[in-house]
């Protein structure tokens, strides 16, 4: 089972990315898919995550208003798209999956970790 994230990049306050997760090995499209960050010295942090029926999210209150997650199911993706990104954003960013379809937002509660992309923005 792989998750494969994809998207990061540089970019200047108030701009936008959009990260992708495809997943391979296995369907995720009944799981529970979320979004995390970390910064070298802190602990990973919780973003954004995704329910399986698709229209379910939550979103830390960092991110309310500016992120959302979303999902192909038949692509077997998760996306995040990130507008008026903020120099705190700054991050290496993770997807992972659970085995469960509840959304959660304690890390250690995903069974399967992309490896990664790193986010910068400059202010």
């Known amino acids: 089972v792989q998750l494969q994230a994809s998207g990061g990049g540089s970019v200047q306050a108030g701009g936008s990315l959009r990260l992708s997760c495809a997943a391979s090995g296995r369907s995720f499209s009944n799981n529970a898919m979320g979004w995390f960050r970390q910064v070298p010295g802190k602990e990973r942090e919780f973003v954004a995550a995704?329910?399986?029926?698709?229209?379910?999210?939550y979103y830390a209150d960092s991110v309310k208003g500016r992120f959302t997650i979303s999902r192909d199911i038949r692509r077997g993706a998760v996306y995040l798209q990130m507008n008026n990104l903020k120099p705190e954003d700054t991050a290496v960013y993770y997807c992972?999956?659970?085995?469960?379809?509840?959304?959660?937002?304690?890390?250690?509660?995903?069974?399967?970790w992309g490896q990664g992309t790193q986010v910068t923005v400059s202010s």
């Open positions: 995704i329910g399986w029926g698709g229209p379910t999210a």
């Open positions: 992972a999956g659970r085995r469960g379809s509840s959304i959660a937002m304690d890390a250690t509660t995903y069974n399967y």
